[in-house]
């Protein structure tokens, strides 16, 4: 199965497990974790809510991007639409979400992560959002909620340079919010996740809502800004190229 859910007492975990290609995202992934939050929100003992993966070796790669290639500007549209309902439900829920990063978290990955209430990550986690290597910007609402977490300043350097930094440097700069040695990240995040399993979910909820909403996104970060100047870069002959040469370079 290409995700894994079990449940814990208060707390519900989501592992996805797609190691031989990262965890790259796929429909049917979105799909069955949108399912799964959906129906822990309706049960009242379901409070948290963690993400993680059964590879060490990374925690998610973004977009499958042998998928992508195929892509026309409708299917981009769909796409974009999708990913950013299935991401905007995550950070939206009553649940409190944890994402336990390990090994490469890059592009959507890091999106999915930065929709997560907390960030916890092994001290070996490489972070990036490399969209702009390929000619595209980070979709899913990914500026905008990078930028909710490290400020628009280093938000825009990170999107613009599409560079990789290290676990250290991500807790400096606020878009990590504990990080654990490689060797205890599993006991590190199983004893934070617990303690906020054991708090009430209804104060959980309020403290959740009243800190969400005082941050209002920019109206060029809503789903359709991003969907819309996806599906229009397909058309940029260097992003192309540059997709390309990313597929070439994974086959040789």
């Not at 977009?63 to 905007?88: I, P, Y």
């Not at 909620?145 to 250290?168: H, M, P, Q, S, V």
Request: glycine share 10%; net charge neutral.
């Amino acid at each position: 199965m290409k995700v894994l859910f079990r449940r814990e007492g208060a707390a519900g975990y989501i592992q996805l497990n797609k190691p031989a290609k990262l965890n790259a995202l796929d429909e049917d992934v979105l799909n069955s974790m949108e399912r799964q939050i959906e129906s822990w929100e309706r049960e009242s003992e379901v409070s948290v809510v963690a993400l993680s993966s059964s590879s060490a070796k990374a925690f998610c790669v973004g977009a499958d991007l042998e998928v992508l290639a195929t892509f026309d500007e409708a299917a981009m549209r769909a796409w974009e639409m999708m990913g950013n309902r299935v991401l905007g439900r995550l950070q939206g829920s009553s649940l409190i979400s944890v994402a336990v990063l390990r090994g490469h978290v890059h592009g959507g990955g890091l999106t999915l992560a930065a929709a997560c209430d907390f960030r916890i990550a092994a001290s070996d986690a490489v972070l990036s959002q490399p969209e702009i290597g390929l000619g595209w910007i980070p979709g899913w609402g990914g500026v905008a909620r990078l930028a909710r977490l490290t400020g628009a300043a280093r938000a825009k350097e990170l999107c613009i340079t599409g560079r990789r930094i290290g676990a250290d440097e991500a807790l400096r700069i606020g878009l990590l919010d504990q990080v654990f040695p490689t060797d205890g990240i599993t006991a590190g995040a199983a004893g934070f996740i617990e303690s906020l399993a054991a708090k009430s979910r209804p104060a959980l909820e309020a403290i959740k809502r009243l800190a969400d909403g005082s941050f209002t996104p920019a109206p060029p970060a809503s789903a359709s800004y991003d969907a819309l100047v996806n599906a229009s870069l397909l058309r940029d002959p260097r992003g192309q190229a540059a997709i390309q040469a990313f597929l070439a370079r994974k086959k040789s």
